[in-house]
């Protein structure tokens, strides 16, 4: 038996585990007075069982490390996935790869991202049914990560790149990523959307810190170099993180004949839940709003200004993200989560077309990236707020919420850079007055901020459905 004494609220945390049956390790828990737990405790010691002190939820080291841990991987995975155009730039002006088509070598970096977000689901499912090969997933995840950005570095063909800096990165990073996913519930529940909101700012680091770095490297070792050397780098980093990413819950343990969970267990029945479909609509429409300008914004500021700005106004773009995560996911702990999505989506909206829509100089651009990228950005440190709300407050359960969806946020990750660059290429012969939409962007512009109102809309419909599941 483990128990967690928590002083603030004079409570145990108790849960049992029996080795020498051979009985799976519990993972229920069960709240008692402290009378009780004294008494439990005492017979569970008469009884012969081992007794452990589990780690204290939202505070102390072990904590706060595995939110360190998941800040790292954050970095390394979605910072360098999310900063493919650095080398989609690359690889359209230099061979071998410039005789390529801009669809396919933009596609090595599409496909990356929506494997990881749309992969979670499967990866949640399968360490459920075998908890004990997690552990495993993620060293064999670090291994395909260094191996499919050091290999990519000897390729020759398109369809090479996209196997591996693609589909073989994608991969990794979902097995790299699931612990973050799976026991974030685990360390945190009063603090959660705080922890939340730290570690995917690592997110934002990254895409602050990799354009310069990644670009330092290609101007003076060239593509293949700096593939090798960010592949030692990248992956030692990684290693680290790993090291802090430990359960806080006893790992269960199947034996004999006992029956594993199923592979689709009835806890999907959230599905059926009109909060889930909400929030999905919601991610999926905030995700249409997010990544055109993510794809878009440096080009636009180059044709408007130098490349130089363009490389600053995407740091500062990803750099406010960071500071939205932490903000936007502090607020999701203190308001009702709802409200938090709806402000985020209604100010990207405003200033999308307000500031991009009309901007005709860099000070506008300036400004645009550190309120778009501070709401845009830190809307996703609502979604462990969202998912335990889709998941009816089980936090063993969030972890698959969460993942299902982030499947929609994959989704928009494909479809919103095709939209866009289909009304980038109809908008390019179109006026909006001649001061809207400068440089052909008009048509994107107006699609980045109705997505984003109307994701504002359908946060009024998450609160909605929040309320009567309360009633």
């Known amino acids: 038996m483990e128990t967690e004494h928590r002083p603030r609220d004079d409570q145990y945390e108790l849960s049992i ?7 799976q ?7 008692y007075s402290a009378q009780s737990s004294q008494a439990a405790l005492q017979a569970a010691i008469n009884d012969g069982i081992a007794v452990q002190e589990l780690a204290p939820m939202d505070r102390g080291i072990r904590a706060w490390t595995f939110c360190f841990s998941g800040f790292l991987l954050e970095m390394m995975i979605w910072g360098l996935c999310f900063r493919y155009g650095i080398f989609q730039d690359y690889y359209t002006t230099h061979p071998p790869f410039s005789s390529s088509s801009g669809v396919a070598i933009a596609s090595v970096g599409t496909i990356a991202i929506a494997l990881q977000y749309c992969e ?6 399968t360490f459920d049914r075998y908890p004990e090969y997690l552990k495993w997933g993620m060293w ?17 063909s398109i369809w090479q790149l996209i196997l591996l800096q693609g589909v073989g990165f994608g991969i990794s990073g979902g097995l790299l990523y699931v612990p973050v996913i799976k026991l974030l519930s685990e360390w945190f529940s009063e603090r959660r959307g705080l922890a939340a909101g730290i570690i995917f700012a690592g997110g934002g680091v990254g895409g602050f810190v990799f354009p310069f770095a990644l670009n330092a490297l290609l101007d003076k070792v060239g593509m293949r170099w700096t593939l090798r050397i960010w ?11 790993l090291l802090g990413m430990r359960p806080r819950l006893p790992v269960p343990k199947f034996t004999g004949n006992q029956r594993r969970p199923r592979f689709i267990p009835p806890q999907l029945g959230f599905i059926r839940n009109p909060i889930f479909w909400s929030v999905s609509l919601t991610t999926l429409l905030q995700g249409l709003s997010y990544f055109p300008v993510s794809l878009y914004i440096a080009s636009f500021t180059r044709a408007l200004s130098s490349p130089l700005t363009a490389t600053i106004v995407l740091s500062v773009f990803n750099s406010s993200a960071v500071v939205g995560q932490i903000v936007l996911g502090h607020l999701s702990d203190i308001f009702p989560y709802p409200y938090v999505m709806a402000s985020s989506a209604i100010g990207s909206g405003i200033v999308a077309f307000l500031l991009w829509g009309f901007a005709n100089a860099a000070i506008q651009l300036y400004f645009f990236a550190v309120i778009f990228g501070a709401l845009s950005g830190g809307f996703s440190s609502t979604w462990p707020r969202a998912a335990s709300d889709c998941a009816r407050g089980k936090p063993e359960y969030a972890g698959l919420a969460l993942a299902s969806t982030a499947m929609f946020k994959g989704i928009s990750a494909v479809i919103g850079p095709i939209l866009s660059g289909i009304l980038l ?7 909006f007055g001649g001061t809207f939409g400068r440089e052909g962007y008009g048509a994107v512009e107006i699609f980045v901020g109705s997505c984003a109102l109307a994701t504002g809309a359908c946060s009024v419909l998450v609160a909605q459905a929040s309320r009567r599941a309360r009633t």
Not at 120 to 125: G, I
């Open 17 to 23: 585990v029996q080795p020498s049956s051979g009985a």
């Open 25 to 31: 390790t519990p993972r229920a828990e069960s709240t």
């Open 120 to 125: 979670a689901l499967v990866f949640c499912l």
């Open 140 to 156: 064999g995840g670090l291994a395909l990560y260094f191996l499919s950005i050091f290999c990519a570095s000897f390729a020759t």
């Open 231 to 241: 592949s030692i780098g990248s992956t030692l980093c990684a290693g680290v993180a």
């Open 425 to 431: 290429d109809a908008g390019k012969g179109l006026t």
